[in-house]
């Protein structure tokens, strides 16, 4: 609320909630020692304060603001990616027609990494930027449905 207030933005809804594969409530861990937000305890080097958060899914913010077609979805959730894309409806899917994530995986991360952008792949996007962080956790994937 204070990033869109500093700047003056009228046309954006801030939400009190995490994106989540299943709709319900979560617990949204806090780094002590960075500003890392994530729903993954794991994703935490140092012991972790949390709160009970509200958690949505992709489908319930395409219906409730009435998204027909989503033209850049930018993801940066900490591990929660897979979950989010995965339990998405196809039809939701493929709505968008730009993406851009992060992903993480601590354990066989090119081939986890390989199944999200085959994921994707499968449902109409096309990858054009698939980019490994040596040495760290995550990577980035980037595509586009082409019409």
Not at 70 to 80: S, V
Not at 121 to 138: A, M, N, P, Q
Request: hydrophobic letters at 40%.
């Amino acid at each position: 609320m204070r990033n869109a207030a500093l700047n003056g933005l009228t046309n954006v809804v801030v939400e009190y909630a995490a994106v989540s594969g299943t709709a319900g409530t979560l617990r949204l861990f806090k780094g002590a020692e960075t500003s890392l937000h994530t729903t993954l305890a794991s994703r935490l080097g140092a012991p972790a304060t949390g709160e009970e958060v509200p958690a949505v899914t992709l489908k319930q913010i395409f219906d409730g603001y009435k998204i027909t077609r989503c033209d850049f979805l930018k993801m940066n959730c900490e591990g929660a990616e897979y979950d989010i894309l995965y339990r998405t409806p196809p039809e939701y899917l493929q709505r968008i027609d730009r993406i851009a994530l992060e992903y993480h995986a601590t354990e066989d991360k090119h081939r986890i990494a390989r199944e999200l952008a085959g994921f994707l792949v499968s449902h109409g996007i096309e990858i054009f930027e698939f980019t490994d962080f040596v040495g760290l956790d995550c990577g980035y994937i980037r595509g586009i449905r082409r019409r």
